[in-house]
C-alpha cells in the first residue's frame, strides 16, 4: 500500500498567488507566441540593453567560482558607497552596503529581520505586502488621493502613528514610484522625515528609480532622515540588467544592527549573490563618461515616451499624475465609466481583463497596487520598443522631437497603442 501525504500549506502561502508583475509578463508572451498582436504595457521591465562595457565586464569575470561575502563583495561594496556619495550626496562607506540578489529579495529580509508594522501608501508596488503577508506581519495601508499626485501626506503618516505609538514601524518610500511615475520634492521629503523621526519610524526609501529620474537631481529621503532611512537600490532600471538580480542596500551607522541581522539571514538563505555578476557591478557603480551618457539618453528617452503617452490619454479623458521619473504612468478611467458599463466592466481588474482580450493592450490594475476593486485605475508601463534603436536615435540628436515624431518613427508600437486604446473607449 502507497501512503499518500496530504500536508497543509502554512496559512501565510496557502492564498499566495504568484506576483501580477509577473503574470502579466508570461501572459503577455503567451498570447504573442499564439500569434496575438499584444501591447506589452503590463510588464515594468527597462527597455535598453546592459551598457557594453559592464557586459565586457561580466565576460572578463565569466570564470569567478568562489562564494564570496554574504553581504557582498567588498570591492563592489566600495564602488555602491561611492556611487551612493556621488549621486545623492550621503555620507557612506563599504561597511553601511549590503548587496543582495535583487532588491526585493533584500526587502524581503528586512522585514523578516525587524518587528515591525509595515506602512505603505496606496498605491504601492504589487510585493510589498505580500513580503508582509508572508511573515505574518501586519501592514497598514496609508491612504493617498490623485489631486495630491497619490502621494504620501506628511498629517496622513503622523495618524497612521499616533493611532498605535507603542508598536515598532516599517514605512515603505517608493520614488521615482511604481505605479504612478511620479516623484517628491525636498520640501516633502523633509515633512514626511520629521514626522518619522518623532515616532522612530524606520524608512526603506525604494529609489531603485532614481538615476532614471527623468530631470536628473533626484533628492533621496535619507538627506533628511539620515539615521533612520535605509536605501534601496540595484542595477535593474537605471542599468537595464533586471534578469543580472543584484541590489544594494545602504545603512545609516544607527542602523548597523539591522544590517548584521540581514547579513545572519543571508547566510542561511541564499548565501551570496553570484560571483561574476558581483565583479561586473563594480564597473557598473564605479561609472564612467560611457555610462553617464548611457544614462543621460535613457532618461531623455523616457521623459519624450512618457510625455507622449500622457498627453495622448489626457485627450482621451483620462486622469493622472504626470511622468516624472521611471517608465509609469497610473490612468484613471472614471470618465469613461458610465460607458464601461455597457460592458459590465465596474473595476480595474474587469477593466484590464476585457482591454487585454478585446485590443491586446496589457495593462495592470490598480487593485493590485492596493487600491479598491471598483476604481477605474490601472498601471500602464510604457516600455514596450526597442531600447537600443531609440538610445541610438537619442544620440543622433541633439534635442529630441516633441513626442509623437520621436514615438512615432521609434516606438510604433507604443503609438499604436494609444490609437487602439482611443478607438476601443470610443465605442463606449
Excluded at 490598480?366 to 476604481?375: A, C, D, I, K, T
Amino acid at each position: 500500500m502507497v501512503l499518500t501525504l496530504a500536508h497543509k500549506l502554512s496559512p501565510s502561502v496557502a492564498d499566495l498567488k504568484p506576483s501580477a508583475t509577473l503574470l502579466i509578463n508570461e501572459r503577455s508572451k503567451t498570447l504573442a507566441a499564439a500569434g496575438k498582436k499584444v501591447y506589452r504595457l503590463g510588464f515594468g521591465q527597462s527597455p535598453f540593453p546592459v551598457p557594453g562595457e559592464v557586459v565586457q565586464a561580466l565576460r572578463d569575470h565569466a570564470s569567478e567560482k568562489d562564494y564570496l561575502p554574504g553581504r557582498g563583495l567588498y570591492a563592489l561594496r566600495e564602488a555602491v558607497a561611492g556611487f551612493t556619495q556621488k549621486t545623492k550626496g550621503l555620507a557612506c562607506s563599504a561597511e553601511d552596503v549590503m548587496i543582495g540578489p535583487g532588491s526585493k529579495e533584500l526587502m524581503f529580509s528586512l522585514q523578516m529581520a525587524l518587528d515591525a508594522d509595515l506602512l505603505l501608501p496606496s498605491p504601492s508596488w504589487v510585493s510589498y505586502e505580500p513580503q508582509a503577508h508572508i511573515l505574518q506581519k501586519k501592514t497598514h495601508w496609508l491612504e493617498t488621493r490623485e489631486e495630491d499626485g497619490w502621494r504620501l501626506q506628511a498629517a496622513t503618516l503622523d495618524r497612521a502613528c499616533a493611532a498605535s505609538p507603542a508598536r515598532s514601524k516599517l514605512l515603505i518610500l517608493n520614488y521615482p514610484n511604481n505605479p504612478v511615475g511620479n516623484s517628491y520634492d525636498g520640501a516633502q521629503l523633509k515633512a514626511l522625515a520629521e514626522v518619522a523621526r518623532r515616532y522612530g519610524v524606520i524608512v526603506l526609501a525604494d529609489e531603485i528609480y532614481s538615476m532614471v529620474h527623468h530631470e536628473g537631481g533626484q533628492c533621496s529621503h535619507a538627506a533628511h532622515y539620515p539615521e533612520g532611512t535605509i536605501v534601496s537600490s540595484g542595477l535593474s532600471k537605471w542599468c537595464g540588467a533586471g534578469g543580472w538580480r543584484l541590489g544594494t542596500f545602504v545603512f545609516p551607522k544607527e542602523l548597523r544592527y539591522v544590517l548584521d541581522a540581514m547579513a545572519g539571514i543571508a547566510s542561511e538563505t541564499f548565501s551570496a549573490v553570484s560571483a561574476p555578476v558581483q565583479f561586473a557591478a563594480i564597473t557598473a557603480f564605479k561609472g564612467s563618461p560611457g555610462t553617464d551618457r548611457y544614462v543621460f539618453r535613457s532618461r531623455r528617452v523616457l521623459k519624450t515616451v512618457g510625455r507622449f503617452v500622457y498627453q495622448r490619454l489626457k485627450k482621451m479623458g483620462v486622469t493622472m499624475p504626470a511622468p516624472e521619473g521611471g517608465f509609469y504612468l497610473f490612468p484613471n478611467f472614471e470618465k469613461h465609466r458610465p460607458g464601461l458599463a455597457k460592458k459590465d466592466i465596474y473595476g480595474s481588474a474587469a477593466f484590464c481583463e476585457a482591454l487585454l482580450e478585446e485590443t491586446g493592450i496589457a495593462l495592470l490594475p490598480g487593485e493590485v497596487f492596493g487600491r479598491p476593486p471598483g476604481e477605474l485605475s490601472c498601471r500602464l508601463s510604457f516600455v514596450d520598443f526597442d531600447g537600443k534603436a531609440a538610445l541610438l536615435a537619442s544620440a543622433q540628436n541633439v534635442d529630441l522631437p516633441e513626442g509623437e515624431i520621436f514615438v512615432k518613427n521609434n516606438c510604433p508600437k507604443i503609438y499604436e497603442a494609444m490609437d487602439v486604446l482611443a478607438a476601443w473607449l470610443d465605442q463606449d
